[in-house]
């Protein structure tokens, strides 16, 4: 097992990321654009965008401004979110992979992206928020992984945030996976005790919600994946 | 012109120079060959000497590459700020999961072992090789040692692996035999435990049978097993009143407690027979 990441080692790796995008703002709405993860269902799935008067991060323990479950079905899409009331000040909107969560989770706690509206003048920050896993290291019965770019002020673990892996090239809303993992720092985690067979593929993903400790945990809240060929 | 060509073919001349470039070739080549035969002979004085000092320094009565040791291994492969990934090999045909092997992990240079772990995992694979990831640590710039378990308890650990203070990696420790001596009828064991250990306290025996055995599934009839009678991590154990057949295969096998399943080191040998090898 090398400690190099499988990028290093020229393995191929697909990472997928759920993405948001704000295209243009006028004093009373916003045009998002979004990409979610291949098979997401987002009215469905009761994905919402939601909007905070903030600096660049989201303040899950502040009500929002205002917030709207996506209307369509279709993995990526456009918005108008209108009814708003816009004024020079910064504000942040969030993309949820699912409905709002009860306490003890965080209500908006399925945010996994951002984008950021600067204050009038001042210059647009590259630094959006957008889940992503990174540092896949496969052994021969665990794989390990690494989380980054979620929201700073986010509690995977008290919003039963969770993790998959399948033996498949993509990620799945239905089929159950090989194996599931109850995140418990936002750093990252790892699976233990399945084989990780040579030349296959496996595909990890992370949900923002929904672990069950018995099993069927809710596979509605996938925020990103990253598939590898070991 | 006529006459010149004439006299170069004299018969005299020519036949002195053939004569002379004959005796010196004849020459080159005596001298080709004596220094080749030299070099041979060099080669194989060396090779005479050297065959007899190899013999005395093994041991007699076990036969020349016979012994095959098996043992536990842990290693660390990798590591994060939160996470350690170790990868564990176990003696042939081991169950890991079955047999309740573990991975334990402290913040310290030498395991110690009367302290509870950071944490503990049990594997839940049934392959003798394997990895284990254990995450929801603080890796800091300390000292970590994780040990590898054969069994439920701590006293079950046969092998560890150091991650350094600053990232470096200290050589593996786990579990060894070896043949002190082999007498008329007694075989001295030497056996070596991780450091801080107490083969006494956890019930470590050795046994010994004849032929090629599984700690697995073991037969009945041991020529003998005799427990560690020493708190000291290693030393040497007496098998006595054996009657060791020649050119046999024996296996010896050390556990690190009552249950068959803990064993922690195999070693086969074969007794090969004196005479021959005289």
Known sequence: ?230 | MVLNFKYFLTSGLYDSCIKKITSISIAILFLCLSNRSSHLFAHNSISNTNIPTLKTHLPLAIALGAAKLNTCKIEITGYTGQSITVAFSGLPANQPSTYKNFIAIWEASVIPWTVTPLRTIEIGVNTEDGTVTIDNLTITYNSYIVGYGVGPGIGNICASAILNAGGTKAPLSYVNIGIANLGQTSLSVHYQTLSGYLPKENGNWIGLWEGYISPYNLPPDALIKKEIDSYANQGVIGLNNLSLGRDTEYTLIYFMGADNTTAAAILTFNTSDPTSEK
Do not use: H
């Open chain 1, 1 to 230: 097992m090398s400690t190099a990441t499988l990028e290093q080692q020229g393995k191929a790796t697909t990472v997928l990321t759920t993405k948001i995008e704000i295209t243009s703002i006028t004093a009373n709405s916003l045009d998002i654009n979004y990409d979610t993860l291949p098979g997401n269902q987002p009215n469905t799935f009761g994905n919402q965008v939601v909007l905070w008067q903030n600096s660049n991060e989201i303040p899950f323990g502040t009500p929002p401004l205002q917030s709207k479950i996506i209307p369509s079905n279709t993995q990526a899409g456009s918005l108008n979110f209108a009814g708003l009331d816009l004024n020079n000040n910064s504000y942040i909107v969030g993309y949820a992979v699912g409905p709002t969560l009860n306490s003890p989770a965080q209500t908006y706690g399925n945010i996994c992206s951002s984008s950021f509206i600067p204050a009038a003048g001042q210059p647009e920050p590259s630094n959006n928020f957008e889940g992503e896993i990174v540092n896949v290291k496969p052994g021969t019965t665990s794989v390990s992984f690494g989380l980054t770019n979620f929201p700073n002020q986010i509690d995977l673990n008290g919003n039963g945030s969770w993790a998959a892996i399948w033996q498949s090239g993509a990620p799945s809303y239905f089929a159950r996976p090989l194996s599931a993992v109850q995140i418990t720092s936002n750093n990252g985690g790892a699976f233990n005790d399945i084989s990780i067979g040579r030349g296959l593929t496996y595909t990890i993903a992370i949900f923002t919600s929904g672990y069950n400790p018995t099993g069927n945990s809710n596979q509605e809240t996938m925020a990103a994946a990253y598939t590898f060929t070991n």
